[in-house]
């Protein structure tokens, strides 16, 4: 492992005209896993703790995203005519033609022979992000190697499906062995972000300094993308004292704790133990609960146990107990039954059948449900719908209810509350 005085040096070189004077961090060993950062003094709610700009940003690249944005800018093109005129490859839009990212990345595609540069290729494309790295300087490529990498089986696809779309691609072991680790520190440590260009296009961003951060189920920080160059602005959600360490949340705030663990177990190889993990009713949020299935009881049904994937569960009220798979269907049931109306209705639709239908067959804390009213209230907004006022009622409910769940998670001050703030208020 790199030394941490040489780490921060290198994470200096990035942070460029963003480093600050006296900074309120410094990069320590962590009792929740390696290494973490501290802080170096008392820091308050709200205060910005540091920025720190991508060591490396390209598309994420999924089956539904549009082939036809630029690989520098991010810009939509016209969908017929968008790969670069030299054969590189690459969508590539007229005003970054000239710029000299692309001439770089275009010259390393083109030693690496396309076999088809005038047929858009989605693992051509994609690769584009990993292959940055071959043009990074002897600090970049050291900052690089100093984060974390997770093996699983699938990181070597990436690199190993898209070099058959080439004649010409690198056979050097040593050359091979830099992609794939490569794809195995964005897959251990990369932020998604959104092009500002192009609100559905997502990125995948290495951030150096960010990327230490370590995770908590309810973190103590909150963190926003500068829209212009990606950069990554970390601040407090709570006062921080000094020597504690700073954490960020790897997974969606308002899952349940089975699903956190459960994804924190596949994508990061990680078990959690902080506070909210080892509480199954997870601050009275309940955010796991179904309905007991005996006839004559109204109780809520929770794991057990947060220990394991597969928990038994026990009812809150007559503390009858369930073996995992039972209550893993009736929870999958609901999870497709929501996703369902989910897709292709209209909000309306969506808002009946959470107030009429839901309630029938899972209880209204669960995150399912917990999940689709943050969903109508971020797709209300944008979409141009003839809504009635009981429909905005039921915005302002759901504002309501889930801002009683952050203040039952403790989160603090964070960009969630800040938004639903607002929205309650439209
Ligand atoms: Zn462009
Ligand atoms: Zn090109
Ligand atoms: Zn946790
Ligand atoms: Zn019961």
Redesign the pocket.
Known sequence: MICPKRLAELININLGGLKQKEPAWEIGVSKIAGRGVFATRNIKCGEVIFKDDPLLIGPTLRNETPLNTCSVCYSLMDPKKFLCKNGCGLPLCENCSRRKQHKAECTLFKTWEPLEPQTPNILVIRLITVARAMLFNANQKALLYAMQANIDTTFRNEVKNASACFKNFPTDKKIVEYLHRTVAILNTNSYEVNSSKQSDFPLRALYPLAGILNHECVPNTTYTFDEKNYTIILKAAKDIKEGQEITISYTKLLWSNLMRQLFLKMTKQFSCKCQRCSDPTEGGALLSALY???DD???L?VPETTTTLQPQWV??????KYQHGVMSKTQDFALGAINAKLNGNSVKAIIDFINEKCPTFVPECNHIVVEAKYNVISRMMKCKEDFKFQDYEAKKRYCEELLGILDKLKVGVNAMRTYLEQEKLR
């Open positions: 007991c299935k005996s009881c109204q109780g049904v009812c809150l009220e007559c503390k009858k």
